[in-house]
């Protein structure tokens, strides 16, 4: 008998934009199919894609690190270029995102993979229809999630206002990952430090990480995620998703 949906996908999403969202999900990716896990890959909607550098799409990305090779169309249902929200973009170009394909399709995902990992776009308010957010998105598909957040200042703000969001709607959360985008020193050092400390104690989640810097994202990507994949933060997180039969 296959298991239940909502226990073979995990959604990741961000206090924000640009705060790492892909590279935790192609961390994990990486992680468990060393494993030797069948895991499969979603990221619903991505905006931004240059048509002469499409292979550095997160969405493109992500295709490169799967053991399986999918279809681009199976890790994304909508890829736009404009560098502008979901809605925004749906509405420049008249090709309007539906949400029930999008639930469709992460159920045909689910049940062809051990897990299914499926990325959001910007934070959870983020808008896909006039009438649904991201939010509502994750609502509607009914799994657990977790939540990327940076560590720069504003980071405990945003952190807090998306775990309260998450815990009023019921939605579970399994976890807060702290990334570091970029290397920082002198007082910068001192507030990431402040804010790491700050958030571990006022998150009503498990909070792993911080997820260092590493320089070989900028020259090779796929190269610095395998690197990060042994990380023990990413290690010990595999190991607490294990434990709670994901």
Not at 60 to 76: E, F, G, K, Q, T
Not at 213 to 219: G, I, K, Q
Not at 230 to 236: A, L, T
């Amino acid at each position: 008998m296959n298991a239940p949906f909502f226990s073979r996908a995990l959604f990741i999403t961000g206090t924000d934009t640009g705060v790492g969202k892909t590279l935790l999900t192609g961390t994990l990716l990486v992680a468990l199919q060393q494993q030797g896990r069948k895991i499969g890959i979603f990221k619903p909607v991505e905006t931004g894609i240059h048509p002469l550098r499409e292979a550095q799409s997160d969405s493109a990305r992500l295709r490169r690190l799967c053991s399986s090779n999918p279809s681009p169309d199976s890790i994304c249902l909508y890829r736009y270029e404009p560098p502008l929200s979901p809605l925004a973009c749906s509405r420049l170009l008249a090709k309007p995102i539906d949400c029930m394909k999008i639930l469709r399709h992460s159920q045909v995902l689910a049940q062809q993979h051990e897990l299914t990992l499926i990325e959001g776009a910007g934070g959870l308010l983020t808008p896909l229809t006039f009438t649904h957010t991201m939010l509502d998105l994750l609502v509607t598909l009914q799994i657990p999630c977790m939540i990327v957040s940076r560590t720069d200042l504003g980071a405990i703000n945003h952190a807090l206002l998306t775990l309260r969001t998450l815990k009023q709607t019921g939605i579970s959360t399994h976890a807060l990952v702290l990334n570091e985008p970029s290397s920082a020193n002198g007082a910068a050092s001192l507030q990431r430090a402040s804010t790491i400390e700050l958030i571990r104690e006022l998150a009503s989640v498990p909070v792993y990480g911080p997820i260092g810097f590493e320089s070989t994202l900028a020259s090779n990507w796929e190269t610095g995620v395998h690197q990060l994949a042994g990380h023990q933060e990413i290690q010990r997180l595999i190991r607490s998703l294990t434990r709670k039969g994901l």
